[in-house]
């Protein structure tokens, strides 16, 4: 299986299968409802729209395929350059899609008619996943150089890089305040990252022992220099 969702009110499962099948089921039976047909390969990947009324779903055929849950019907196709999709996710608005593959980009599209808004790239490492922050003004993506991205979602100007893992990085999820990020690593771990400033300066006064230098305020807290002390 390739992954499973449930629509937002809770009442049905939708699955991707390897078997280039997406199932939707009923929560409370578990019986099938129906079957979307389309796909020429496996599905590896889904995402359901923020009102539940559309679906977007990836495989290893260089298509997502956008779906009307309410006629059944294909809407459209996203045409990606990688052969394989790993993960989608809507805006938190539905009004973009982001799609991670196995290439060097992570690229955003209109979720209304599948043109590229914009493509996240500048990085070593294949794509692993992408998310949306609560309030959809940033996008974490994953990579298989062990590291993770934030984001600007409107300009797609990149702000940081996490670093931690050992291995490959996928999944990526925003707490439901926006100001964590948790990341699953190929090296059996999962990290937790604080993406507020101040949050980040008390974690780092209560672990180290002197004075950071300029190049690790640059680094590590993102600013030109360190903060005065009080």
């Known amino acids: 299986m390739g992954g499973v969702v449930f629509t937002p009110d809770g009442t049905r499962l939708i699955s991707a299968g390897y078997d280039k099948t997406v199932r939707i089921w009923d929560v409370a039976t578990g019986r099938e409802l129906f079957t979307l047909l389309g796909h020429a390969g496996g599905v590896h990947c889904l995402a359901i729209s923020p009102d539940g009324t559309r679906l977007v779903t990836g495989g290893d055929e260089s298509v997502a395929i956008v779906w009307d849950l309410a006629s059944r019907q294909e809407v459209f196709r996203i045409p990606v350059q990688s052969k394989l999709l790993v993960q989608a996710a809507f805006s938190p608005d539905g009004t973009r899609i982001g799609l991670a593959s196995n290439d060097t980009s992570v690229r955003i599209y209109d979720a209304a008619t599948g043109e590229l808004r914009m493509s996240l790239s500048g990085f070593a490492g294949l794509g692993g996943g992408v998310a949306w922050s609560p309030d959809g003004t940033r996008i974490a993506t994953t990579y298989a150089d062990n ?13 940081f890089t996490l670093y931690g893992h050992t291995g490959g990085v996928g999944w990526p999820a925003f707490s439901l305040d926006g100001t964590r990020l948790y990341t699953a690593g190929g090296d059996g771990t999962v990290r937790l990252y604080l993406l507020r400033l101040e949050e980040l300066v008390a974690l780092a006064r209560s ?6 230098t300029t190049e690790e305020c640059q680094q590590y807290l993102h600013l030109d220099g ?4 009080p």
């Open 147 to 159: 590291t993770a991205k934030i984001w600007d979602a409107v300009t797609g100007q990149p702000l």
């Open 207 to 212: 672990r180290v022992t002197r004075s950071l």
């Open 226 to 229: 360190c903060p005065v002390q």
